[in-house]
């Protein structure tokens, strides 16, 4: 079992950054693959990033990549996105996730692969 909470987010201006954290609990953290997710009002959640359990291998959406910056500290067992250049459009809530599949190399980037999720943290950015 895996519990997971974010911190990080808040109201910022267009162009400006935040990091988001996410702490996990229990000793299997550093052998999953974990994620950030983002959901905006009305629309459906997506993927934002992901990080293989190793840190070796990245995943970034196009609306994200160049701008956003995803590691992790397995010693710490934490998670963290660094958002940068950050735009209206990146309003939503994000949401940590943990895919349970134990050493796995590869990135799933669709919501029902990933088992565990955090309770979210509001990012809003204004114009």
């Known amino acids: 079992q895996v519990q997971l909470v974010e911190s990080g987010g808040g109201l910022v201006q267009a162009g400006g950054s935040l990091r988001l954290s996410c702490a996990a609990s229990?000793?299997?953290?550093?052998?999953?693959?974990m994620a950030w997710f983002r959901q905006a009002p009305g629309k459906e959640r997506e993927i934002v990033s992901a990080?293989?359990?190793?840190?070796?291998?990245?995943y970034y959406s196009d609306s994200v990549k160049g701008r956003f910056t995803i590691s992790r500290d397995n010693a710490k067992n934490t998670v963290n996105l660094q958002m940068n250049s950050l735009k209206p459009e990146d309003t939503a809530v994000y949401y940590c996730?943990?895919?349970?599949?134990?050493?796995?190399?590869?990135?799933?980037?669709?919501?029902?692969?990933?088992?565990?999720w955090g309770q979210g943290t509001q990012v809003t950015v204004s114009s």
């Open positions: 996730a943990a895919d349970s599949r134990v050493y796995s190399n590869y990135i799933y980037t669709r919501p029902r692969e990933y088992e565990y």
């Open positions: 229990g000793r299997t953290f550093s052998s999953y693959a």
């Open positions: 990080i293989i359990w190793s840190g070796g291998r990245t």
